[in-house]
């Protein structure tokens, strides 16, 4: 089984920046994607980013400009580095992990717990 943990998050003013940081924890299983996804309360869960392979990123359209996906110091980690956030930005942030190929700003199999970005105006 995966287990994945976020770390970073908190409170910023619009305008700032933030850094997530996800580890994916294996036993030797293969990581095909890891994703940031974002959820409100309410709403519908969106993906944010996502990087196959550990090198080739996608980007949900609203961020594109301002996010930067990569990964990290070690294999089965990524970051994702929030620039101009906005408080439409807030949100509890997952990160998520897959073993199956598939729409990696849609679909995971495992997720972490989440972290919070909360952007004041």
């Known amino acids: 089984r995966v287990q994945i943990v976020e770390s970073g998050g908190g409170s910023v003013q619009a305008g700032g920046s933030l850094r997530l940081s996800c580890e994916a924890s294996?036993?030797?299983?293969?990581?095909?994607?890891m994703s940031w996804f974002r959820q409100v309360p309410g709403k519908e869960r969106e993906g944010v980013a996502c990087?196959?392979?550990?090198?080739?990123?996608f980007y949900n359209d609203a961020v594109k400009d301002r996010f930067a996906v990569s990964q990290g110091s070690a294999t089965n980690t990524i970051t994702l580095q929030m620039s101009s956030l906005q408080p439409e930005d807030t949100a509890m942030y997952f990160c998520?992990?897959?073993?199956?190929?598939?729409?990696?700003?849609?679909?995971?199999?495992?997720w972490g717990q989440g972290t919070q970005v909360t952007v004041s105006s």
């Open positions: 294996t036993n030797s299983e293969i990581i095909i994607y």
């Open positions: 990087l196959l392979g550990g090198r080739i990123p």
């Open positions: 998520a992990a897959s073993q199956q190929p598939g729409n990696c700003l849609e679909n995971a199999d495992f």
